[in-house]
């Protein structure tokens, strides 16, 4: 029996025993000693992947894995690790399963129900004197199944309401992350050379603009925070003189409606077309976005796919024929690494203004009391196969120079100007219009004793249309004209 020694802890010890016989022979033994050990482990790193990296969000649902390295005990060996993995609920992690590994440093573990749950791995190592190290965990993740969707936003809620002239204008909002919001801006007196800029995070954008027949103009636009916090968002005058810019900005009511189309293509000129994507991941965000244009479904024969990381908007700037069908293909993918692809409706390229037939023009009369009033009645239909009319506007003209102060001299020789415009807007020399000028008119107010007051002017009220259809306007626009005739008739029967 060996007496009581003191140990060192890391020291190696060997016991020696040797046997004697009764005539003095003996041998001995050797143990291939040990070595004390009193201390834990050491921890080391783990991974929330079984590739020795981090993800926050992950999309195996059915099995995720952990892997580790670092762990070591100078006094004796690791013998065994325990693997769990804890989920986030009630304010705090808890472990819903445990599984012992001796020799490898990766495992995988089945979970379920795990959709937008947020989780981690913890591991302890044991080593040979059975002293346990402290745990280790990973970095937390959450599990996303669902690939990125296309939304179209149910309702909106105003948020705030700006007026200015300025040629930079700076509105702060309070933003949350994956939320969409809509920019409405209305241009009181617009011109064909407007153009506004709108920068929102890294994003930079054209305003596409409507035009409208009393010279306004209105844009929409639609943007997706990819963080939360106070962000500006800077509307910027590129035109001289500066309009009065009137806007409201919106922000989406939660509860997003799964659309089928939410790629926006648009025209802005000749050469540039603008797209706009509408996909948001609710659970682990937009990683990137891909977009190719081509001249066919799925087709990227004009623009291969192209990173734009996680905007939401791209312009392509390319000069194609005239009545090409162009599509806008999107691959969108989540910080989950999975994926969708969109395509967007087909949009004809178009260079040519509307055509405008002129179907009648005629005059009608009547009389109430001591007022004649004469209508002037214009029938035409225009048609644009390609973009389709945004608007038309008609427009009385004598001798050949537009009537703007509504007065016209009786039994002049009048023109009817109809002027559409198609939905692509473009710089001033191409502002995408067509001018058609009718046939010559004699305008009969009075039909009799019409040499004697000649030189007489009344006034005209124009009635005009705005309306739009997707390729085809056809109007019927009239002009009511009040004559005061009775002391005209008077002098005519005298």
Same mark, same amino acid.
């Given at each position: 029996?060996?007496? #009581?020694?003191?140990?060192?802890?890391?020291?190696?010890?060997?016991?020696?025993?040797?046997?004697?016989?009764?005539?003095? =022979?003996?041998?001995?033994?050797?143990?291939?000693?040990?070595?004390?050990?009193?201390?834990?482990?050491?921890?080391?790193?783990?991974?929330?992947?079984?590739?020795?990296?981090?993800?926050?969000?992950?999309?195996?649902?059915?099995?995720?894995?952990?892997?580790? $390295?670092?762990?070591?005990?100078?006094? !004796?060996?690791?013998?065994?690790?325990?693997?769990?993995?804890?989920?986030?609920?009630?304010?705090?992690?808890?472990?819903?399963?445990?599984?012992?590994?001796?020799?490898? *440093?990766?495992?995988?573990?089945?979970?379920?129900?795990?959709?937008?749950?947020?989780?981690?791995?913890?591991?302890?190592?044991?080593?040979?004197?059975? %002293?346990?190290?402290?745990?280790?965990?990973?970095?937390?993740?959450?599990?996303?199944?669902?690939?990125?969707?296309? $939304? =179209?936003?149910? &309702?909106?809620?105003?948020?705030?309401?700006?007026?200015?002239?300025?040629?930079?204008?700076?509105?702060?909002?309070?933003?949350?992350?994956?939320?969409?919001?809509?920019?409405? +801006?209305?241009?009181?007196? #617009?011109?064909?050379?407007?153009?506004?800029?709108?920068?929102?995070?890294? &994003?930079?954008?054209?305003?596409?603009?409507?035009? $409208?027949?009393?010279?306004?103009?209105?844009?929409?636009?639609?943007? +997706?925070?990819?963080?939360?916090?106070?962000?500006?968002?800077?509307?910027?005058?590129?035109?001289?003189?500066?309009?009065?810019?009137?806007?409201?900005?919106?922000?989406?009511?939660?509860?997003?409606?799964?659309?089928?189309?939410?790629?926006?293509?648009?025209?802005?000129?000749?050469?540039?077309?603008? #797209? /706009?994507?509408?996909?948001?991941?609710?659970?682990?965000?937009?990683?990137?976005?891909?977009?190719?244009?081509?001249? *066919?479904?799925?087709?990227?024969?004009?623009?291969?796919?192209?990173?734009?990381?996680?905007?939401?908007?791209?312009?392509?700037?390319?000069?194609?024929?005239?009545?090409?069908?162009?599509?806008?293909?999107?691959?969108?993918?989540?910080?989950?690494?999975?994926?969708?692809?969109?395509?967007?409706? %087909?949009?004809?390229?178009?260079?040519?203004?509307?055509? +405008?037939? @002129?179907?009648?023009?005629?005059?009608?009369?009547?009389?109430?009391?001591?007022?004649?009033?004469? %209508?002037?009645?214009?029938?035409?239909?225009?048609?644009?196969?390609?973009?389709?009319?945004?608007?038309? !506007?008609?427009?009385?003209?004598?001798?050949?120079?537009?009537?703007?102060?509504?007065?016209?001299?009786?039994?002049?020789?009048? %023109?009817?100007?109809?002027?559409?415009?198609?939905?692509?807007?473009?710089?001033?020399?191409? *502002?995408?219009?067509?001018?058609? @000028?009718?046939?010559?008119?004699?305008?009969?107010?009075?039909?009799? /004793?019409?040499?004697?007051?000649?030189?007489?002017?009344?006034?005209?009220?124009?009635? /005009?249309?705005?309306?739009?259809?997707?390729?085809?306007?056809?109007?019927?626009?009239?002009?009511?004209?009040?004559?005061?005739?009775?002391?005209?008739?008077?002098?005519?029967?005298?």
């Amino acid at each position: 029996m060996c007496p #009581a020694l003191p140990l060192k802890p890391g020291a190696r010890y060997f016991f020696t025993v040797t046997a004697v016989n009764n005539i003095g =022979k003996y041998v001995s033994l050797s143990s291939d000693g040990l070595v004390v050990d009193d201390s834990e482990p050491r921890s080391g790193v783990v991974f929330n992947t079984p590739y020795y990296k981090n993800k926050h969000y992950q999309s195996n649902s059915a099995s995720v894995g952990a892997s580790w $390295f670092g762990f070591s005990d100078s006094e !004796s060996f690791i013998r065994n690790y325990s693997v769990s993995i804890e989920v986030y609920e009630n304010d705090s992690f808890h472990s819903i399963e445990t599984k012992n590994m001796k020799f490898l *440093t990766d495992s995988e573990i089945k979970i379920s129900n795990s959709e937008s749950m947020k989780y981690r791995f913890s591991v302890q190592a044991s080593d040979a004197a059975g %002293r346990n190290s402290e745990k280790t965990f990973s970095s937390p993740f959450i599990i996303d199944n669902s690939a990125p969707k296309a $939304f =179209k936003c149910n &309702e909106y809620t105003l948020m705030k309401t700006s007026n200015t002239y300025s040629e930079n204008t700076y509105l702060t909002v309070d933003s949350l992350e994956t939320t969409s919001y809509k920019i409405s +801006i209305l241009v009181k007196e #617009a011109s064909w050379d407007t153009r506004i800029v709108l920068k929102f995070e890294d &994003e930079i954008m054209l305003l596409p603009l409507k035009m $409208f027949v009393n010279g306004s103009a209105s844009g929409n636009f639609d943007l +997706i925070a990819i963080s939360s916090g106070n962000k500006t968002i800077s509307i910027i005058q590129q035109q001289t003189p500066l309009h009065r810019l009137d806007i409201d900005i919106y922000r989406c009511i939660p509860g997003y409606k799964t659309s089928s189309n939410p790629i926006e293509l648009t025209q802005l000129s000749l050469d540039e077309y603008q #797209a /706009c994507v509408k996909a948001i991941d609710s659970e682990s965000g937009i990683l990137k976005l891909k977009l190719g244009l081509g001249t *066919t479904e799925n087709g990227t024969q004009i623009c291969p796919l192209v990173d734009i990381g996680n905007k939401h908007h791209s312009s392509f700037h390319v000069l194609l024929p005239h009545g090409s069908p162009i599509f806008v293909k999107t691959v969108a993918e989540n910080f989950a690494h999975l994926q969708s692809c969109f395509v967007s409706k %087909r949009l004809i390229v178009d260079h040519t203004p509307p055509y +405008i037939t @002129i179907l009648s023009v005629s005059l009608d009369y009547k009389d109430v009391g001591n007022t004649t009033y004469t %209508r002037i009645d214009v029938n035409y239909r225009s048609v644009d196969p390609e973009s389709g009319v945004k608007h038309c !506007s008609v427009c009385i003209s004598e001798y050949n120079i537009i009537i703007s102060n509504m007065k016209i001299n009786y039994f002049s020789p009048v %023109r009817f100007v109809v002027k559409c415009v198609t939905f692509i807007s473009s710089d001033p020399e191409n *502002t995408g219009c067509l001018l058609f @000028i009718s046939h010559c008119l004699e305008l009969l107010c009075c039909n009799f /004793c019409f040499r004697k007051f000649r030189g007489f002017t009344h006034q005209i009220l124009p009635k /005009c249309c705005d309306e739009s259809f997707p390729e085809e306007l056809s109007v019927h626009s009239s002009w009511y004209q009040a004559c005061a005739l009775s002391h005209m008739r008077q002098q005519c029967r005298t």
